[in-house]
């Protein structure tokens, strides 16, 4: 297995890592906006889990609906939640743009800066940034959002763990 190009060096063999890492970063990058779109369908999911407590039943399964919902719908669901980090929203919304931009338009946008060197590094550091900001934005959505919203409901990090213990082990992974 190649490791990824690093930079600093630029023999013939670090333009085929070059290439490998601008392609291994704009997956990582679509993976982490996926994530986070997860992460707001949850997000979603436990606010309608919230306000029908004490009721019989949801009338719909949230999970279900939220995952019909449009991102920009699911940002504007946490509006209301995220009182404790103003920012939030806005960083929710440029990372659905960059989560656009790579969904839908990142290779014809730089399909120049991938053919020369220079902007491959240019691309690599770019992805690095985009991996870097949607994280840190799941990681306020995180704290702001779930955690809150996962005590309300009684839930714990062991219960969690024990859940996660569960059903890793039932894909029979070590």
């Known amino acids: ?3 990824l190009w690093i930079p600093g060096s630029d ?7 070059r290439v ?11 993976y982490q906006a996926a994530l986070l779109e997860v992460e707001l369908v949850h997000a979603f999911a436990l606010h309608k889990i919230i306000d029908a407590k004490g009721a019989a039943k949801l009338i719909a399964d949230p999970w279900h ?13 946490v509006e209301g939640q995220a009182s404790s980090d103003p920012g939030l929203v806005d960083d929710l919304t440029e990372c659905r ?10 290779w014809r946008d730089h399909d ?16 690095d940034a985009d ?14 959002v779930h955690e809150p919203a996962h005590r309300e409901l009684g839930f714990t990090q062991d219960m969690f763990d024990a859940e996660f213990r569960r059903l890793y082990g039932e894909t029979g992974c070590e």
């Not at 609906?65 to 669901?77: F, P, R």
């Not at 743009?97 to 338009?105: F, G, P, Y």
């Open 131 to 144: 991996v870097e900001f949607i994280q840190a934005v799941r990681a306020r959505l995180n704290a702001v």
């Open 11 to 17: 023999s013939v063999d670090d333009a085929d890592e």
């Open 65 to 77: 609906t939220g995952y019909k919902k449009k991102l920009v719908e699911l940002i504007s669901h």
């Open 97 to 106: 743009k960059r989560r656009n931009c790579l969904a839908h338009s990142y």
């Open 112 to 127: 120049l800066q991938f053919a020369s060197p220079s902007g491959q590094i240019e691309l690599i550091r770019n992805l």
């Open 1 to 3: 297995m190649t490791s």
């Open 20 to 30: 490998k890492t601008v392609f291994a970063k704009y997956g990582l990058a679509m």
